[in-house]
Structure formats: C-alpha cells, structure tokens
C-alpha cells in the first residue's frame, strides 16, 4: 500500500511571502488531516477533512491559513502571508474514518519543513 | 494547556536493557491512547494503541500498560535495540472523536 504523500519535502521562503503544500492520502482514506509541528513540539491538529467536508477547523488561523479537498482525495494547505513562527514541519496523515474504524491509526506522511526567514 | 503531557525530554538505554516512556494525561474523557514512532525526516508511524477498557496491551517487545487512576500511561520496550533510537510520542483520543491529541514527545536513545 502507497503511503502519505506530500509536497514539498522543504520550504524556505521570506516573511509575507505565500506558500503552499499538498498531499495525496492513502488510497481508500475518507479522512485527512493538517498537523503543525513546531521544533520541540507535538503535532498540532489544523484541520481535518472527513470526504471533501471540514469537520474541524477550530485551530486553523484562518487569517492566514487555508485549506481545501476539493473532490475528496488531494489536499492542499496554504499560508499567506506568512509570518516567522509559521516555521514548522507540516504533516498530512490520513485514515480510514467512520464509525467501525475508530480505533484506526493515522497515518503520516514524512511532511513538508518549513522556514520563513 | 497540555492535555497529554511527556515530562522527559530525553531517555537514554544501553542496548538490550528495558526502556520505559511515560505518559500523563489530564482529560478524563480521554478513552483510546497511542503510542507513535519518529525518526528525522520522517512522519510518525504508529506503534500500539490501548483502549481504556483494558490496562496492558503486548505487541513483541512492545508493552503499553495503562493506570486509569493516576492517568498514566506507559511504554515499555524490552529488550531495547539501537533502531528503537527515535522521539516516542503519546496520543489519546475521546470517545467519538477520530483526532488525537499528542504530547511533545520523549527522545530515546539506545547505546550499542
């Protein structure tokens, strides 16, 4: 079975600047999610995606942050502006959803480092 | 406010020696814990899980043991290899919710 795949593997971009990250689930995942993990830090849940629908954006800054899936398979996160503590690996994970695979795991793609200088 | 907390930083084991990763959580709602594989550069693989109807789950060298009273949770790893050298990190879900929340992970280093 293919894993997470994301896009880029590394970033560097400049304050104000935008940036954009994308991720193709496993296949057959109804679930997905954005995780922001900042050096020293768990994964932060952003958002999670049950099909093509938002199921949880409470913690995206959605000032400046957004996030799509439009027909239920790739996902693309973007920042703009960026800002300094924006630096972070971006990590997509997917998983099977519905109630009969709760005790299912996520599973991680290798993520996307981002820096902003 | 750290609802999965992983109090050591850093564990550092001899090869073939016990390593034990600790865990506490403070939302009693929480009633399905995880335990999470990373190495540099890669995403987190999922390692074992528990639900809060049980208090020890076995996988190989792998055991999580689970104290609904003192919310605590632990992961032992016996005997303890160099490529178990990774950050270890705990999550722990509600009931219904498919999101875990994650701690800030524990680093283990095992010695040849």
């Known amino acids: 079975e293919a894993g997470v795949a994301q896009s880029p593997r590394y970033k560097i971009i400049e304050k104000r600047q935008s940036v954009a990250f994308w991720c193709n689930p496993i296949s057959g995942h109804a679930t997905l999610y954005w995780y922001q993990q900042i050096l020293g830090q768990g994964p932060k849940l952003l958002i999670q995606?049950?099909?093509?629908?938002?199921?949880?954006d409470s913690q995206l800054p959605k000032d400046r942050f957004s996030a799509e899936r439009l027909k239920g398979v790739d996902s693309t996160l973007k920042i703009q502006p960026a800002k300094l503590e924006d630096s972070a690996v971006y990590l997509c994970?997917?998983?099977?959803?519905?109630?009969?695979?709760?005790?299912?795991?996520?599973?991680f793609g290798n993520g996307t480092r981002l820096t902003v200088t | 406010d750290q609802q999965v907390k992983q109090n050591s930083p850093s564990l550092s084991v001899q090869e073939g020696r016990i390593s034990i990763l600790n865990c506490d959580y403070t939302?009693?709602?929480?009633?399905?814990f995880l335990w999470y594989k990373k190495y540099p550069a890669e995403g987190p693989t999922f390692l074992i899980s528990?639900?809060?109807?049980?208090d020890k789950n076995e996988d190989g060298r792998f055991t999580v043991f689970l104290n609904k009273s003192a919310k605590h949770l632990s992961l032992h790893i016996v005997p303890s290899q160099p490529g178990d050298s990774a950050v270890y990190f705990c999550?722990?879900?509600?009931?219904?919710?498919?999101?875990?929340?994650f701690g800030r992970g524990t680093s283990l280093i095992v010695h040849p």
């Open positions: 528990i639900s809060s109807i049980k």
């Open positions: 999550a722990a879900r509600t009931g219904g919710s498919y999101i875990p929340t």
């Open positions: 939302n009693s709602m929480f009633d399905y």
């Open positions: 995606f049950q099909n093509n629908g938002v199921v949880d």
């Open positions: 994970a997917s998983s099977l959803g519905g109630q009969s695979s709760y005790n299912s795991p996520l599973h």
